[in-house]
């Protein structure tokens, strides 16, 4: 297969690994760069890597978030940045199954497009209208507006903003969220992402102001009706907490295998034994690999057991949903867990820049930032094991 334009792309997983192979050699280059260089995050495109959550109606890929997960891996256990922009990519795409067929083909028709996109609802719209058009009038700033930089199109959550200045609400009883297309050419980006991991994500503020966005333009994740398929039964939050699990998961991998290829050849000071013959380095790397591998397992379980209730039953339960979120979170933590044993293991040539250790460290702890994964999930996956009255339109 080719990753020619228009082309059928080629295997997921066999372009994780192209993939991979052409970002090894420049993960110094991305991560100096500040963002993906464009070639990169072109070549990502043409690989399909962007399709993966787009319908299939619209030429995209329509995969099992299992497989997101599997792609991500594979790059991250190189460089975490270049993964985190393709699953930004990525889960940007699943947008197309909420609007109607001109604005699907308009934003992601385009088999090289790269979207980009910021669900938190940092911007405010009012309901206006232009040439006839009903629509909204959007300003906002929005923070970790990762692969923005790559991206022709991107989008923001904002808050519909009623006459009474307060946020209308939704029938699911929170503040009406819609997510808004805009064209890059609207968009103003500010240099923000100087920052100490994750750095070649191009993570960067972005801003409009006083833009005029269609309502057609302006789907709700959260109230609107996608396609009716088994990958929009998904939530939108379970789906970006897979992709940053992924991230860590393929980071504790790398981590783990770069650990092993260093322990051989080193002896620590004051030791006459080689790292790999201390019973210290013995015990953490087990640690770290249960910890990877009963993570990922149990993030694999929770997800193919909600596939298969959404390609049968076509819809997930709460308790699917509730089950991504913790297992997401969850793997996070564990990696993270298993790349500190795994940097400290390292010693001296954990700190080197020329130490994927190192990198993989602060990477991970950024990614930890994410409110996706953080402790407020097990707050809400909590209260639901105990039965305890919940809103569950952000889960």
Known sequence: MTDTPGSTF????????????????????????????????????RLGLHRLFIPAVYGGLEANPMMLAEVVERIARVDGSTAWCVFIG???????????????????????????????PRGQARHASENGVAGYRVSGRWQWGSGSRNAKTIMGGAMIMGDDGKPEMSPEGVPQNRMMIFSADQVLLHDTWRVSGLCGTGSTDF??????????????????????????????????????????????????????????????????????????????????????????????????????????????????????????????????RAIDLMYTLGGGTSVYKTSPLQRHFRDVHVATQHMMVSDATYELTGRLFLGVPTNTAML
């Open 90 to 120: 990525a889960t940007s795409g699943m947008t197309a199954a909420f609007v109607d067929q001109v604005e699907a083909k308009a934003a992601f028709g385009d088999p090289l497009s790269i979207a980009a996109g910021v669900f938190a």
């Open 10 to 45: 080629p295997d997921p997983l066999a372009a994780a690994d192209a993939l991979a192979a052409a970002v090894a050699p420049r993960v110094d280059e991305i991560e100096q760069n500040r963002f993906l260089p464009q070639d990169i995050a072109d070549h990502a495109a």
């Open 207 to 336: 801003e409009v102001k006083d833009v005029f966005v269609p309502a057609t333009r302006a789907p709700s994740l959260i109230s609107d009706k996608p396609l009716q398929r088994p990958l929009y039964c998904f939530p939108t939050f379970g789906l970006l907490g897979i992709g940053i699990s992924a991230v860590a998961l393929g980071m504790a991998r790398g981590s783990i295998d770069a650990l092993i290829d260093l322990a051989g050849g080193k002896t620590p000071q004051g030791s006459s034994k080689p790292l790999a013959l201390r019973a210290k380095a013995q015990l953490d790397v087990s640690e770290a690999e249960a910890l990877t591998r009963s993570a990922r397992a149990w993030l694999a379980e929770t997800v193919e057991a909600a596939w298969a209730a959404a390609s049968s039953d076509g819809a997930i339960t709460v308790e699917h949903r509730r089950d991504i979120r913790l297992a997401t979170t969850h793997a996070v933590r564990s990696a993270t």
